[in-house]
């Protein structure tokens, strides 16, 4: 639901313009002013879910923005849709950080990135229900109909929440009071530096991601004259391809350690050489194919992203270390879209699409000097921010800290 909410704006887009009499420029901006909100919320949402425990935090957020998301339907002008937007990303911002730790309560460190896989592989399913719903809604009830149908569902998905939702392996202790000692793990865990390499990481990989997912629907509309219907369908084989990568990532990660180069250097390799050869291609077919490929290789740096982080850092502070790490991809889907709305308008499709593979440069410089390993991983730790795998878990749960890769 949180990327059914987010992403179906892009196949709506040129219709949003043409109702509302906007320039590209303009529409970009409406794209970035929700991820700016988003960002600003990553770090504070993981903190809060840390505090008041990861639950809570997800449920509010799904409630608010599902509001938001039907406020959506009736934005009148500009600075309306504008501001609805940022509410929206404060609402959703709050909810990557404190899913993320609900995952690592509710999961052994030697499966978690498996656990990582299966589960954030509802993010590209999620890009592929929207153009679903996008395709459907649109031709019937219009993108202001289709705005409100999704925030109806939202409500839906709240239920099912809190219905199916199982309990945390070690139940959490968040009472919400101030906890001294909290505050200065925080402060270390913000101060470290291997921190913001995995930030770079992850804002390297969202330039691509989300400058392709703001402009490619509007890129086939206009430049090929597909219908809204006909873009959001095709944009269903990308986002099959990348749930098929993020799972299978995930799954590698838990067999080679987590060991985070192995998976984001070669695919943003892969991810530079597609946003150059992209502008190139003449056809619709080869366009779609080309999306299917790369943006699906690039998902491997998700989970390389995420593998390190997730498993070593405490359960006191993995809401604020998925925050942080959350907010360089928040960060990029400010700046991709609105500068790609600008790139467009003064120089051309071409030239905004091949600027994409800055992204992927920069993951890659980022990738070169992050830990090799686990081990590596937590001697760049203050010793209070490792997790103690020997202590996380209840009796009764299997003893799986005395493997290989675990006293790594």
Do not use: C
């Not at 067999?255 to 150059?276: D, Q, S, T």
């Not at 998925?322 to 889907?333: E, H, N, P, R």
């Not at 992050?370 to 937590?378: D, H, I, T, V, W």
């Amino acid at each position: 639901m949180d990327y059914i909410d987010r992403l179906v704006i892009n196949v709506a887009l040129p219709l949003i313009r043409q109702d509302l009499a906007l320039s590209h420029s303009q529409a970009g901006l409406i794209v970035s002013s929700f991820f700016l909100a988003y960002a600003i919320a990553q770090i504070p949402g993981g903190m809060l879910a840390d505090r008041y425990g990861a639950f809570r935090i997800a449920v509010v957020g799904l409630i608010a923005w599902s509001v938001f998301t039907g406020l959506t339907a009736v934005a009148f002008s500009f600075t309306s849709l504008i501001v609805i937007r940022v509410l929206f990303g404060f609402a959703q911002g709050v909810f990557p950080g404190a899913a993320l730790k609900m995952l690592a309560e509710r999961s052994v460190p030697e499966q978690r990135m498996t656990a990582t896989g299966w589960v954030n592989s509802s993010n590209a399913f999620g890009g592929i229900l929207a153009a679903v719903i996008a395709a459907i809604a649109i031709p019937l009830v219009g993108w202001r109909g289709m705005f409100l149908v999704i925030a109806v569902l939202g409500l839906f998905v709240l239920g099912a929440f809190g219905k199916w939702m199982p309990q945390p392996l070690v139940q959490p202790q968040q009472s919400g009071r101030r906890d001294p000692g909290q505050r200065r793990r925080a402060l270390q865990l913000l101060r470290t530096p291997v921190m913001w390499l995995y930030v770079a990481v992850f804002f390297g990989y969202d330039v691509l991601v989300w400058g392709a997912q703001a402009w490619g629907a509007s890129y086939l509309q206009e430049q090929f004259g597909l219908s809204p219907s006909a873009s959001a369908l095709l944009a269903i084989f990308p986002g099959i391809s990348a749930v098929v990568v993020i799972i299978l990532s995930g799954l590698i990660a838990d067999r080679i350690g987590g060991r985070p180069k192995v998976l984001i250097i070669p695919a943003m390799v892969f991810a530079a050489a597609y946003a150059l050869v992209f502008p190139h291609l003449t056809t619709v077919p080869m366009i779609v194919i080309a999306m299917t490929l790369g943006l699906g290789i690039a998902s491997f740096a998700y989970i390389g992203a995420f593998a390190l982080p997730l498993k070593y850092l405490a359960p006191t502070v993995t809401g604020l270390g998925s925050g942080m790490i959350l907010f360089g991809g928040m960060v990029a889907g400010v700046i991709a879209p609105a500068v790609l709305g600008v790139l467009i308008e003064s120089s051309g499709w071409s030239v905004a699409l091949s600027a994409l593979a800055v992204g992927p440069v920069i993951a890659i410089v980022a990738a070169l000097f992050l830990p090799r390993s686990g081990a590596e991983f937590k001697a760049r730790l203050a010793p209070e921010l490792v997790a103690d795998h020997t202590q996380q878990f209840p009796i009764g749960l299997p003893d799986l800290t005395t493997t290989k890769e675990a006293r790594s």
